[in-house]
T-cell receptor
Framework: GDSVTQMEGPVTLSEEAFLTINCTYTATGYPSLFWYVQYPGEGLQLLLKATKADDKGSNKGFEATYRKETTSFHLEKGSVQVSDSAVYFCALSVFSSGSARQLTFGSGTQLTVLP | NAGVTQTPKFRVLKTGQSMTLLCAQDMNHEYMYWYRQDPGMGLRLIHYSVGEGTTAKGEVPDGYNVSRLKKQNFLLGLESAAPSQTSVYFC?????????????FGPGTRLTVL
């Protein structure tokens, strides 16, 4: 079945540090890939997405490139801020005929950014 | 435009009690979903709906029932709560079925079953 593996956290960085959160996947078919972010006490919000190989999703300074050859979708940011402290989820979606599109999530990575 | 809202935000139940979680969306989305979030496991799909009057099972449906009597509402019921159902429950909705469509999530309901 489909699955998503994220680097385990928690991750603690100083402000302005470089961030990488690794994500790899296995999927039947050709998935779309997503990063969701969950701020404390809130629901998940879509951060970025990519729908085909070599696509780069970007938003709020975060980037991730869909790498089909390595089945990866690593999240990066050049300079993190305290406000980026949250839990980050990698997810994939593969459409199955006759059923709703289902998201498969990784286990989440807690990021804490210290001032 | 409130997006996706969930009621209640917190609830404590005793084993065997029943309750209903309400999800409402004002985006005119056809598709709605219920997930549970457990530590270290990401989110898992419980049930979903592809339109008013329809429901279907997700990955972990046992012990839950759902109803979609109105397009904007999706109810999740626990008939006889068990401690294994202690979790954070998220509702989501999306416009379409295409795999590129974004799912919009509510703020969650934290349920504890004693």
């Amino acid at each position: 079945g489909d699955s998503v593996t994220q680097m385990e956290g928690p991750v603690t960085l100083s402000e302005e540090a470089f961030l990488t959160i690794n994500c790899t996947y296995t999927a039947t078919g050709y998935p779309s890939l997503f990063w969701y972010v969950q701020y404390p006490g809130e629901g998940l919000q879509l951060l970025l997405k990519a729908t085909k190989a070599d696509d780069k999703g970007s938003n709020k300074g975060f980037e991730a490139t869909y790498r089909k050859e390595t089945t990866s979708f690593h999240l990066e940011k050049g300079s993190v801020q305290v406000s980026d402290s949250a839990v980050y989820f990698c997810a994939l979606s593969v459409f199955s005929s006759g059923s709703a599109r289902q998201l498969t999530f990784g286990s989440g990575t807690q990021l804490t950014v210290l001032p | 435009n409130a997006g996706v809202t969930q009621t209640p935000k917190f609830r404590v139940l005793k084993t065997g009690q029943s309750m209903t979680l309400l999800c409402a969306q004002d985006m005119n989305h056809e598709y709605m979903y219920w997930y549970r979030q457990d530590p270290g496991m990401g989110l898992r799909l419980i049930h979903y709906s592809v339109g008013e009057g329809t429901t279907a099972k997700g990955e972990v449906p046992d012990g839950y029932n759902v109803s979609r009597l109105k397009k904007q509402n999706f109810l999740l019921g626990l008939e006889s709560a068990a401690p294994s159902q202690t979790s954070v429950y998220f509702c989501a909705s999306s416009y379409g079925l295409w795999q590129t469509d974004t799912q919009y999530f509510g703020p969650g309901t934290r349920l504890t079953v004693l």
